[in-house]
């Protein structure tokens, strides 16, 4: 597959434009096309058949491509193809939930998620380049174009309505998805709107589908955006595996635009659970470009909890013992909780007790904002509910 950037232009079509919307269609999505690539038992087989029925596969050729084959338990392999674990809907990290955030007492309509006074949040599409196995936002459905760039403009009105509303997460789904001149569209109606300071358009295609920022087209109404009004693209690289040539030619190309590139992992048992990794991953990121944001702790969804949750006791461990290895740079990053009462962040360990800090509060709770949290570490507790309340003595 696209190996180099050298093999990707050769797959430029005739009129010289690099068609990503194609590429889409040539996605893993049917255990029988899978089989192709992996070796796949019979009992795991029958259960993969299952898992899709409920939550849909869906893998580009190139991520696929990045999979060690004759490794079971290859990270990008979890992070990409069903594994019988999904059938366990709540399993032994205890209870979970299809709305981990909280997102449906925040919604105001046309995607709009207005949380924090300050940020509003717009799921603009569900399209995505690859299913994420470990992905929270498991139960959307999908909108013809027209529709999104229709909600799209409600959401800006609300936007201009809110004049304490500084910043926009342009989410999903993943918007680098949608066409460039539906994103053209979209990006019109922020443009004058005066209160609005910067944008953010959140987005895993720098990962699982580089080719995407191939297109000059894109690039450049990025680069133009950003002249008027700040942009940022957090993006979700969880495994040094991910840093490949063609993701760093991709990170190259926003860069070139202007734009700074955020980053936020999840902590993902059998992906990134170890110093060794998170040290790389950390270090990788900065070498091409990418700052370390936020490290997220997973969060209690069906199908995805059981499998990728680690305990807290045994993440703070292994966050500490990666930072003693980082430098100020790679280390930069907060490892969060990002939960419904707001964000908050997990500081460290104290002998037995977890200490964390919120970040953010609910509007009407401002009072909550940059608390200190004192709670007491369990062996498996792996979310805020699990861990009894304690006083620091
Ligand atoms: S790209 Fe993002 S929103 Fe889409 S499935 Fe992956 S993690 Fe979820």
Redesign the pocket.
């Known amino acids: 597959m696209f190996e180099s950037a050298e093999m990707l232009r050769e797959s430029k079509s005739t009129n010289g434009l690099l068609n990503w919307q194609q590429e889409l269609q040539n996605n893993i999505t049917g255990i029988d096309q899978l089989k192709n690539y992996l070796a796949l038992s019979e009992a795991e087989e029958a259960d993969l058949r299952k898992v899709v029925g409920s939550h849909p596969m869906n893998i580009p050729r190139y991520y696929l491509d990045l999979i060690d084959r004759d490794n079971p338990q290859d990270p990008i392999r979890k992070l990409c193809v069903p594994q019988s674990d999904e059938l366990i809907v709540t399993g032994a990290m205890g209870e979970t939930t299809k709305d981990p955030y909280g997102d449906d007492k925040h919604d105001k309509g046309n995607g709009v998620l207005h949380k924090y006074s300050y940020t509003a949040l717009v799921v603009a599409t569900e399209y995505?380049?690859?299913?994420?196995r470990?992905?929270?936002?498991?139960r959307m459905v999908g909108l013809p174009n027209e529709q999104t760039v229709k909600n799209f403009q409600g959401a800006a009105q609300y936007i201009a309505n809110n004049p304490q509303i500084s910043n926009v997460v342009i989410?999903?789904?993943?918007p680098f998805l949608l066409p460039t001149d539906t994103l053209r569209k979209m990006l019109d109606a922020l443009k004058d709107i005066p209160h609005l300071k910067f944008v953010r358009i959140?987005?895993?295609?720098p990962v699982?589908y580089p080719i995407r920022f191939f297109e000059d087209e894109l690039i450049d109404l990025l680069a133009e955006f950003n002249q008027q009004k700040t942009l940022f693209v957090p993006t979700?690289f969880n495994h040094p595996n991910e840093i490949t040539p063609l993701a760093t030619e991709g990170i190259k190309r926003l860069r070139n635009a202007g734009i700074a590139i955020n980053n936020q992992a999840v902590l993902l048992s059998g992906v990134n659970d170890d110093m060794t990794t998170l040290v790389t991953l950390m270090n990788g990121l900065l070498e091409i470009g990418v700052n370390p944001y936020y490290l997220y702790q997973c969060m209690p969804v069906e199908r995805v909890r059981h499998h990728f949750q680690v305990p807290l006791k045994k993440g703070v461990e292994i966050v500490d013992a990666a930072r003693q290895q980082m430098d100020g740079y790679a280390k930069r990053f907060k490892f969060i909780i990002g939960h419904d009462i707001g964000k908050l962040e997990i500081c460290g360990k104290l002998d037995d007790k977890l200490i964390l800090k919120q970040l953010h509060a609910r509007p009407g709770h401002e009072e909550e904002s940059s608390r200190i949290l004192v709670r007491q570490l369990t062996e498996e507790g792996g979310w805020l509910g699990d861990l009894p309340e304690v006083e620091l003595k």
């Open positions: 995505c380049a690859m299913y994420c470990h992905c929270f936002r498991k989410s999903g789904g993943d959140g987005s895993r295609a699982v979700h």
